[in-house]
């Protein structure tokens, strides 16, 4: 690690320290150090060869004229079981931090996080369209016979099946009133192109930002709206701007006027000021607004922020 890699670790380190409300924000980069896929880097899923655009298969739209087509992309790229936490997600939970995640793949509840919105859902979670029931994971994999429970999800593997299998349709076996089973369409409790966010999930995620007095954004290209848009309004809020080292305008929520002040430092009365830290591999257009930004990956920057605590 270079001096000033050091530096901002222990400015990072700082922050953490200090503040009453840290905010975790993350996206796929957080999850890639697991193994799973992303989307939109060079070799993610958007960038690969399929019948049809995966912006286009993982709509609304596609889910209800082709299910068969959706399923078979489902299961053979959505559906990733073996991954296991990494020191992000270990990170975020022994310290208690709240979570909002754009990912949808459960990693962070798996590491034990209590306070987890999942502002596009769950893989691990499905629901029928007619009756409302919800399934777990297991209710979708495209075997003959259902599994009894989630045992199975660890030895999942999409290539072992057939094509037939990948293209079955998962329809609801809850029993009704008038006898025999409901028979819908059950759908992963993921938020697909055309669909709107959950506004329970979305609501309290603005609520977190709104009182946070440290936003950490790490592994997200900042390209998905609403998400992104959670990052603007914090920073419209208290007006950040300012570069590591520099100063920059903060305040408390509902205080009267601004206080300014270096990065990780505090208010006359003790309070911290505002401020937005980005962790992501690339530039994004959050670094603009951030107080400290950190080129690197996240579960190792978690890691050496670990050894300075």
């Not at 697991?34 to 709509?59: A, C, H, K, M, V």
């Not at 754009?102 to 369209?129: P, W």
Request: aromatic share 10%.
């Amino acid at each position: 690690m270079t001096e000033l890699d050091a530096t901002k670790i222990d400015q990072l380190a700082s922050y953490l320290k200090n503040a009453k409300n840290p905010v975790f924000f993350g996206g796929a980069g957080v999850s890639t150090e697991s193994g799973i896929p992303d989307f939109r880097s060079t070799d993610g899923i958007y960038n690969q060869e399929y019948d049809y655009p995966p912006e286009t298969i993982l709509s609304h739209t596609f889910f209800m004229n082709k299910p068969s087509e959706f399923w078979r992309f489902y299961r053979s790229k959505m559906l990733i079981f073996n991954a296991k936490p990494n020191p992000a997600h270990s990170f975020l939970a022994n310290r208690g931090i709240p979570v909002i995640t754009q990912n949808i793949d459960g990693l962070h509840t798996f590491a034990g996080s209590e306070k987890v919105y999942e502002l596009h859902g769950s893989v691990l979670r499905n629901y029928c369209m007619k009756c409302g029931t919800f399934y777990g994971a297991e209710a979708v994999l495209g075997f003959d016979e259902p599994p009894r429970d989630s045992s199975c999800l660890i030895d999942y593997d999409a290539t072992k099946l057939t094509d037939k299998q990948l293209r079955s349709i998962p329809l609801c076996n809850a029993s009704v009133a008038s006898g025999g089973t409901c028979g819908g369409l059950i759908k992963p409790d993921v938020v697909l192109y055309e669909e709107p966010l959950d506004p329970a999930v979305w609501d309290a995620a603005e609520q977190l930002v709104i009182n946070a007095d440290l936003l950490i954004v790490a592994g997200t290209s900042m390209k998905v709206y609403p998400a992104a848009s959670l990052v603007s309004m914090f920073t419209n809020m208290y007006g950040l701007k300012g570069s590591v080292g520099g100063g920059f305008f903060g305040g408390k929520i509902g205080g009267g006027g601004a206080e300014t002040g270096k990065v990780g430092s505090f208010d006359s009365d003790g309070n911290p000021l505002k401020a937005l830290v980005v962790i992501n591999r690339d530039p994004v257009s959050a670094d603009n607004s951030a107080q400290l930004v950190i080129h690197s990956n996240v579960g190792e920057v978690f890691t050496s922020v670990q050894n300075n605590l």
